[in-house]
């Protein structure tokens, strides 16, 4: 069984910094898209960032309150984890964030495109 556990969330100033984690177990994640998506109260779950086992390409949210050029995915196979460093955050980044996983991924800004999530963790961001 497929398990996905993220940390590092909790109460950051805007201006500051975090990094979340996401460790997997079940299976190796190793050759996985990995995800990070967001969800703030009263919204939808929101894409931030993918990374994809080949070529370790990664992909970012390029939406008007874009993560792109703050926030950054990375993963560390021989552990099994992704993570999200979190810089120059803002308010409006307040959201509980959850890692996401699939075997394969085509369309990974939608959430029905990946097969496992986390519970997710709750990430606030104070002005």
């Known amino acids: 069984q497929v398990h996905l556990v993220e940390s590092g969330g909790g109460l950051v100033q805007a201006g500051g910094s975090r990094r979340l984690s996401c460790a997997g177990s079940?299976?190796?994640?190793?050759?996985?898209?990995m995800g990070w998506f967001r969800q703030a109260p009263g919204k939808e779950r929101e894409f931030v960032a993918l990374?994809?086992?080949?070529?370790?390409?990664?992909?970012?949210?390029d939406s008007a309150d874009s993560v792109k050029g703050r926030f950054t995915i990375f993963r560390d196979n021989a552990k099994n984890t992704v993570n999200l460093q979190m810089n120059s955050l803002k308010p409006e980044d307040t959201a509980v964030y959850y890692c996401?996983?699939?075997?394969?991924?085509?369309?990974?800004?939608?959430?029905?495109?990946?097969?496992?999530w986390g519970q997710g963790t709750q990430v606030t961001v104070s002005s």
């Open positions: 996401a996983a699939a075997e394969t991924v085509s369309r990974g800004r939608e959430v029905d495109a990946w097969n496992y």
């Open positions: 079940g299976r190796t994640f190793t050759t996985y898209a």
């Open positions: 990374t994809r086992w080949t070529g370790g390409n990664t992909y970012y949210a």
